[in-house]
């Protein structure tokens, strides 16, 4: 199929429209009861429509030669690069040329194949600014078409999340008016409260051995330290521009200002620990009650080697640690499988336990050299990109050639 020569404009702004309409008709709580202008920024850069900008003054020949079946005949074929939506160059205008348009889109470049039995430099030139001014043409009476579209984008996404919201608030605001006690789903997510405080309990000894005070952190403390920390990476993943340039020593001083002003304890970062330092590490009297790194994704050796080293900074006495992961890519999930599968391939790695959220997994594993004495590791995956204002659009598809 030829350029211009596919779906009309006005079925792509109907199709559009709707899609636009049932994605934020589909939002869940994650994403609206977050600020407004975000979720509405997002969506905005999503489904405005790009039409593709001609770069002429950059065109470059790209291949040359001899035309096949035609003796003495000559091809050149240009490129011609662009800005915008590749998948727009199919959709027919509201008003187009009755010519075929046959030249090929790959790797941001338009590339226009002129052929000439009898050709000249002048008349090669000639033909490839010719069809270039038909391709203009074109993309300017398409760009003219979504204009409309494009302008009205804003309001029409502010009204549709603001409906949404009210829609999901109300329903919350009736099921909270329910007199019936409502059983908690074991992986719900609990806003941390700002004056909680870790309570660092002591074992008791066994019958007939003198009493040795030694701190232990608790399941249910462990889990809200990681509540803390679960709760400032999604602030970063609401402001990516504050934190998209920070690198993971910037990023842990944010986290030791949080664990510091929510938690009794004192939170300390790049501190010796076992066979190096630690990024972040919280310590009630002699006794280390958190150890955790912050990584940023840097492929899966380099995750690999983070786990080896979360391990190697622990002492025998050391069970609860995290590894904080911050992802500047968009393949988040993908990114979290491959970190899941590096934990699940290490040699210590004993089983997979419950507790977490969706970009979070929590793992039992042995201490290095001792298959008898058990630690809980928590992966915390938070996806902060690394050019916030150049968010993914929504693709229109390319016709196949």
């Given at each position: 199929?030829?350029?211009?020569?596919?779906?009309?404009?006005?079925?792509?702004?109907?199709?559009?429209?709707?899609?636009?309409?049932?994605?934020?008709?589909?939002?869940?709580?994650?994403?609206?009861?977050?600020?407004?202008?975000?979720?509405?920024?997002?969506?905005?850069?999503?489904?405005?429509?790009?039409?593709?900008?001609?770069?002429?003054?950059?065109?470059?020949?790209?291949?040359?030669?001899?035309?096949?079946?035609?003796?003495?005949?000559?091809?050149?074929?240009?490129?011609?690069?662009?800005?915008?939506?590749?998948?727009?160059?199919?959709?027919?205008?509201?008003?187009?040329?009755?010519?075929?348009?046959?030249?090929?889109?790959?790797?941001?470049?338009?590339?226009?194949?002129?052929?000439?039995?009898?050709?000249?430099?002048?008349?090669?030139?000639?033909?490839?600014?010719?069809?270039?001014?038909?391709?203009?043409?074109?993309?300017?009476?398409?760009?003219?078409?979504?204009?409309?579209?494009?302008?009205?984008?804003?309001?029409?996404?502010?009204?549709?999340?603001?409906?949404?919201?009210?829609?999901?608030?109300?329903?919350?605001?009736?099921?909270?008016?329910?007199?019936?006690?409502?059983?908690?789903?074991?992986?719900?997510?609990?806003?941390?409260?700002?004056?909680?405080?870790?309570?660092?309990?002591?074992?008791?000894?066994?019958?007939?051995?003198?009493?040795?005070?030694?701190?232990?952190?608790?399941?249910?403390?462990?889990?809200?330290?990681?509540?803390?920390?679960?709760?400032?990476?999604?602030?970063?993943?609401?402001?990516?521009?504050?934190?998209?340039?920070?690198?993971?020593?910037?990023?842990?001083?944010?986290?030791?200002?949080?664990?510091?002003?929510?938690?009794?304890?004192?939170?300390?970062?790049?501190?010796?620990?076992?066979?190096?330092?630690?990024?972040?590490?919280?310590?009630?009297?002699?006794?280390?009650?958190?150890?955790a790194e912050c990584k940023i994704w840097a492929g899966l050796t380099e995750f690999k080697k983070a786990i080896d080293q979360v391990l190697g900074n622990l002492g025998w006495r050391d069970t609860k640690c995290a590894i904080l992961l911050f992802v500047r890519q968009r393949s988040v999930s993908e990114i979290l499988e491959k970190a899941d599968a590096g934990l699940r391939e290490h040699g210590c790695f004993k089983r997979l336990t419950a507790g977490g959220g969706e970009l979070e997994r929590r793992y039992i594993f042995h201490w290095p050299g001792d298959d008898r004495r058990e630690l809980t590791l928590a992966l915390q995956v938070f996806a902060v990109p690394a050019t916030p204002s150049k968010r993914?659009?929504?693709?229109?598809?390319?016709?196949?050639?």
């Amino acid at each position: 199929m030829g350029h211009f020569s596919g779906n009309s404009v006005y079925s792509l702004l109907s199709e559009h429209g709707q899609h636009l309409r049932k994605s934020v008709l589909g939002m869940g709580e994650e994403i609206l009861l977050r600020p407004p202008e975000d979720t509405v920024a997002e969506v905005i850069d999503t489904y405005r429509l790009d039409v593709p900008t001609l770069f002429p003054d950059k065109a470059e020949v790209v291949q040359q030669g001899e035309a096949p079946r035609s003796a003495g005949g000559v091809f050149v074929v240009f490129a011609v690069p662009f800005e915008g939506q590749e998948g727009l160059f199919s959709i027919q205008p509201s008003s187009h040329l009755l010519i075929s348009f046959d030249g090929a889109v790959r790797d941001s470049e338009l590339r226009i194949t002129v052929t000439q039995a009898t050709a000249t430099k002048e008349s090669l030139e000639t033909e490839f600014r010719q069809q270039l001014q038909r391709y203009e043409n074109e993309l300017s009476r398409l760009r003219a078409d979504v204009q409309p579209f494009n302008n009205d984008l804003a309001k029409t996404v502010s009204d549709l999340v603001s409906t949404r919201r009210e829609q999901l608030l109300r329903a919350r605001n009736v099921l909270a008016s329910l007199e019936i006690p409502v059983r908690r789903r074991a992986d719900a997510v609990i806003p941390v409260p700002v004056t909680r405080r870790v309570k660092v309990v002591r074992s008791a000894p066994p019958p007939g051995e003198a009493f040795m005070p030694e701190a232990e952190l608790p399941s249910s403390d462990y889990e809200e330290i990681l509540r803390g920390c679960r709760s400032l990476g999604i602030q970063m993943e609401r402001s990516p521009g504050t934190f998209s340039d920070l690198a993971e020593e910037g990023i842990r001083d944010f986290f030791l200002a949080e664990l510091n002003s929510s938690f009794h304890g004192e939170a300390m970062g790049e501190v010796f620990n076992g066979d190096g330092k630690t990024d972040i590490l919280i310590r009630s009297g002699e006794r280390n009650i958190f150890i955790a790194e912050c990584k940023i994704w840097a492929g899966l050796t380099e995750f690999k080697k983070a786990i080896d080293q979360v391990l190697g900074n622990l002492g025998w006495r050391d069970t609860k640690c995290a590894i904080l992961l911050f992802v500047r890519q968009r393949s988040v999930s993908e990114i979290l499988e491959k970190a899941d599968a590096g934990l699940r391939e290490h040699g210590c790695f004993k089983r997979l336990t419950a507790g977490g959220g969706e970009l979070e997994r929590r793992y039992i594993f042995h201490w290095p050299g001792d298959d008898r004495r058990e630690l809980t590791l928590a992966l915390q995956v938070f996806a902060v990109p690394a050019t916030p204002s150049k968010r993914t659009r929504r693709r229109i598809a390319a016709p196949e050639t």
